[in-house]
């Protein structure tokens, strides 16, 4: 829900916490494993001791993969995968509302994450970089397995070309950006190049600040020109 608001400081912070009651605290105190209330001991709602293997406080770990690694699907089976790297261009501002001093230089510092997927058709896996060098603003590397299709979104970041993050200044942004996949052009003054023969199409996720590129099975290498 945080991400769907576009509310990532807020998530992260709340992934960082290490306080009581947090994830962090958890791990704090010696946790492998996920635990079936906050404390992991005995209280009103849980009698009897309760277990240190149990699933219900566990949505974090879906949240490392989905919204942190940016890896989902559409339908069943990962026959038609998303991948969808967060935005995760942080005001100093916003993180220091949410979260102490202490978790925000690390949140803010947060710039790119790498996540794999053994799925019934291989591996899925995609790599993101914020800010990869001075001449690539974002850089993403995506790996589709046999006998599936994938969507995989380009973010359009806060600072790139004077953007800022609502639907009318995406559209203005991805008319200007230039986003290469490999070593040929596929986007430029607002259009889809068909220059790879893996990439089928693209358009414009205003709600997502972001191009969205239609891809079939292979290894692709996305890099926004800053």
Same mark, same amino acid.
């Given at each position: 829900?945080?991400?769907?608001?576009?509310?990532?400081?807020?998530? #992260?912070?709340?992934?960082?916490? /290490? /306080?009581?009651?947090?994830?962090?605290?958890?791990?704090?105190?010696?946790?492998? +494993? #996920?635990? %079936?209330?906050?404390? =992991?001991?005995?209280?009103? /709602? !849980?009698?009897?001791?309760?277990?240190?293997?149990?699933?219900?406080?566990?949505?974090? =770990?879906?949240?490392?993969?989905?919204?942190?690694?940016?890896?989902?699907?559409?339908?069943?089976?990962?026959?038609?995968?998303?991948?969808?790297?967060?935005?995760?261009? #942080?005001?100093?501002?916003?993180?220091?509302?949410?979260?102490?001093? @202490?978790?925000?230089?690390?949140?803010?510092?947060?710039? %790119?994450?790498?996540?794999?997927?053994?799925? $019934?058709?291989?591996?899925?896996?995609?790599?993101?970089? @914020?800010?990869?060098?001075?001449?690539?603003?974002?850089?993403?590397?995506?790996?589709?397995?046999? *006998?599936?299709?994938? %969507?995989?979104?380009?973010?359009?970041?806060?600072?790139?070309?004077?953007? $800022?993050? !609502?639907?009318? +200044?995406?559209?203005?942004?991805?008319?200007?950006?230039? $986003?290469? %996949?490999?070593?040929?052009?596929?986007?430029? *003054?607002?259009?889809?190049?068909?220059?790879?023969?893996?990439?089928?199409?693209?358009?414009?996720?205003?709600? *997502?600040?972001?191009?969205?590129?239609?891809?079939?099975?292979?290894?692709?290498?996305?890099?926004?020109?800053?």
């Amino acid at each position: 829900v945080l991400m769907q608001q576009g509310r990532m400081d807020v998530a #992260l912070s709340l992934a960082n916490q /290490t /306080t009581f009651p947090s994830w962090g605290y958890w791990f704090m105190n010696g946790a492998t +494993s #996920l635990w %079936e209330n906050w404390s =992991g001991k005995a209280d009103l /709602t !849980h009698p009897p001791a309760p277990t240190h293997d149990h699933i219900f406080l566990g949505s974090h =770990g879906s949240w490392l993969f989905e919204g942190l690694g940016g890896i989902d699907q559409k339908g069943v089976g990962f026959e038609h995968i998303v991948l969808r790297p967060p935005q995760t261009r #942080l005001s100093e501002v916003a993180v220091q509302d949410v979260c102490s001093k @202490e978790n925000a230089a690390s949140l803010l510092s947060l710039s %790119e994450a790498q996540t794999t997927h053994h799925c $019934i058709h291989g591996v899925i896996a995609l790599k993101w970089i @914020e800010a990869f060098n001075d001449s690539v603003a974002f850089y993403v590397s995506a790996t589709v397995p046999p *006998n599936t299709q994938a %969507e995989v979104y380009i973010p359009v970041p806060a600072t790139c070309h004077g953007a $800022i993050k !609502h639907s009318f +200044s995406t559209l203005k942004a991805a008319a200007t950006v230039t $986003i290469v %996949e490999g070593t040929v052009p596929i986007w430029k *003054n607002n259009m889809f190049l068909p220059n790879d023969d893996g990439v089928m199409s693209a358009q414009v996720d205003p709600d *997502n600040h972001a191009v969205v590129f239609y891809v079939g099975s292979g290894y692709y290498n996305f890099y926004l020109l800053a």
